[in-house]
């Protein structure tokens, strides 16, 4: 023969009722937090993504603008537009391809005498100095886009 023990109900048992009524919102509480958690990560993470997307967009901006720059610089040369000596500033538009355009974009250009030794030979010429300046503060990022030799 084996001995069982009685069947006895679980309410019957002392001490089991008042355990489980502690622990009756154990689970809810548990899965809240782990929710507030996922949230505050979540937003941590649009917002670090969102933020590489606004630096995305000033690159590709000044990106554009130099590329401009370079092309207007080799296809007009550099000196176009600078006097023979001292300094002049101008102010044009920059095209960036389609109907994107800076406008009021400074080009600045002085001439500096410089001389050239080669060889114990002397050569005294002069050298443009150019300077571009954009200020697109939704295109380029806070501050002044600024391209010099």
Do not use: W
Request: hydrophobic content about 40%; proline content about 4%.
């Amino acid at each position: 023969m084996t001995a069982t023990s009685p069947s006895v109900p679980h309410a019957c048992v002392p001490g089991r009722s008042a355990r489980r009524r502690g622990e009756r919102g154990d689970a809810l509480i548990e899965s809240l937090i782990a929710m507030v958690l996922l949230g505050v990560i979540g937003l941590g993470l649009v917002y670090a993504v969102s933020r590489a997307m606004v630096a995305q967009k000033y690159q590709k901006g000044q990106s554009l603008a130099i590329q401009s720059i370079r092309a207007d610089l080799q296809g007009a040369g550099v000196a176009n537009g600078c006097p023979a000596t001292g300094a002049s500033t101008s102010s044009s538009n920059l095209s960036l391809g389609g109907s994107l355009q800076v406008s009021g974009v400074q080009k600045t250009c002085t001439i500096t005498a410089v001389t050239v030794t080669v060889n114990g030979v002397a050569k005294a010429t002069s050298l443009p100095q150019i300077q571009y300046a954009a200020d697109a503060q939704t295109l380029f990022g806070p501050g002044t886009l600024t391209v010099s030799n």
